[in-house]
């Protein structure tokens, strides 16, 4: 089936990509929502622009859809933009990275409803215990690009995800109540490499800004580099 | 209960909707099961069973409604069956109920209100009485097929949990594998404490 995927540059909507892609679905485009506004209820903000160098390190069209960013008008432009790509690249469908939250979930149904879409969930109610173990056997490379919950110091913001993170993040569930799979919004990922990308994103400049426990890692030069050379420096 | 057959209603045999709409329900069931999909259900291979769960679909997929000649012998088996969502319909439509379009989607968290007095009943209905929300997606519905009661209702529907008088098959029209996961295993234990 032909199909869009909502696609926020984090691990979730890059793993939901990654599952239509193995089974055989042909994507036609990937679609990043920018809202104006950095409260969005909707949608993962912290480095959204990055999302173009993402498309092009997989070699799929992105259109990127602005928005003023006030809860429903955000709804609304999507709906539009999905409309218009059912007409003119003849989507049948669209991907979503939806984990738990009914709230998303069924807001995205909705349009996809109205507008005569199919609306795919691979990830929909994922075990949370298995989720990262399998983002990481999937070969997806992961750095947290902000954070904010107890626990989340200053050593997370900008961490490569790897087995020992995991076993930290499984230990602040424990101790913090964080969910590890940062679905309370506890944490932001950004995706630098994946089975997808034909090259890999190498971060060369960002600039970190804490408020209380909030942190956040906003990416300010990035290329691509080949895969499997260069970009191991950054390890 | 050692062992359940998920029949995946879903247009294809494809991993995008299974890990939606069966995968989910294999997690919350905590026994084996396997999974079959609709276009090649037969009655031997439910027997292999100790029950039978048929999914739900995505919104918009309505394939599962031409393929009803596979469930056919859902009204002479001795299995306790559950159906979900599309699971329902195709129950309530081998029961002789005909699948219907409602005026209006229904997505999203809704209320269920279970009917009072129903003791024989409290296996599968204190899940929700504890927590009444549920998660649907659909635009289609199903009259009460005879022999059937409907055991919830919400501000949409008369016929949110239908079950059958005598048999051990229950029809729900929303998804419990989102928001009311314990529901698989009450089900089995009640269908368990009617044999």
């Known amino acids: ?235 | 209960m050692n062992s359940v057959l998920i029949v995946n209603t879903c247009r294809n045999e494809d991993v995008l909707t299974e890990r939606e709409f069966v995968w989910p329900i294999q997690r919350a069931l905590h026994v084996p099961s396997k999974v079959v999909h609709l276009s090649k259900l037969t009655e031997a291979m439910a027997n292999d069973f100790d029950a039978v769960i048929f999914s739900g679909c995505p919104y918009g997929d309505d394939a599962y409604l031409k393929k009803t000649k596979n469930v056919k012998w859902v009204t002479e088996t001795k299995k306790p069956l559950l159906g979900v969502c599309a699971g329902q319909h195709l129950i309530a439509a081998a029961f002789g109920g005909e699948v219907k379009q409602m005026p209006k989607a229904v997505i999203g968290v809704e209320k269920i209100m279970v009917v009072k007095g129903k003791k024989e009943m409290s296996t599968i209905l204190d899940t929700f009485v504890r927590s009444p929300n549920a998660y649907f997606l659909h635009h289609n519905q199903i009259p009460l097929p005879a022999r059937f009661v409907s055991l919830a209702r919400s501000r949409f529907s008369q016929n949110e949990i239908i079950v059958h008088e005598k048999k051990p098959i229950v029809g729900v029209s929303f998804h419990p594998e989102v928001l009311n996961k314990d529901f698989f295993s009450a089900f089995l234990k009640w269908a368990e404490s009617r044999r």
């Open chain 1, 1 to 235: 089936m032909r199909l869009a995927c909502l696609f926020s540059g984090g691990k979730d909507s890059t793993y939901a990509l990654h599952i239509a892609h193995q089974a055989g679905h042909d994507i036609a485009c990937l679609v990043s929502v920018k809202p104006e506004n950095n409260e969005s209820f909707m949608y993962h903000v912290p480095n959204i622009e990055w999302t173009k160098l993402q498309a092009q390190a997989m070699k799929i069209p992105l259109v990127i859809v602005s928005t003023p960013g006030r809860k429903e008008a955000e709804l609304n432009d999507l709906k539009k933009v999905l409309m218009e790509l059912k007409k003119t690249v003849k989507i049948e469908g669209v991907v979503t990275g939806a984990v738990y939250s009914t709230y998303q979930a069924s807001r995205i149904q909705k349009i996809c409803a109205e507008a005569g879409l199919y609306c795919f969930n691979p990830i929909w109610q994922t075990n949370v215990k298995s989720h990262w173990h399998e983002l990481l056997l999937n070969g997806l490379e992961i750095v947290l690009v902000s954070v904010a919950a107890q626990g989340l110091d200053k050593r997370w913001l900008g961490k490569k995800m790897d087995e020992k993170a995991l076993h930290e993040l499984v230990a602040l569930e424990k101790k913090h109540g964080v969910s590890p799979i940062g679905e309370g919004g506890e944490f932001e990922s950004f995706v630098i490499n994946a089975p997808l990308f034909q090259k890999k994103i190498q971060i060369e400049k960002f600039k970190d800004v804490w408020v209380g426990l909030q942190g956040t890692r906003t990416i300010t030069k990035a290329t691509l580099v080949e895969k499997g050379n260069r970009g191991l420096e950054q390890e």
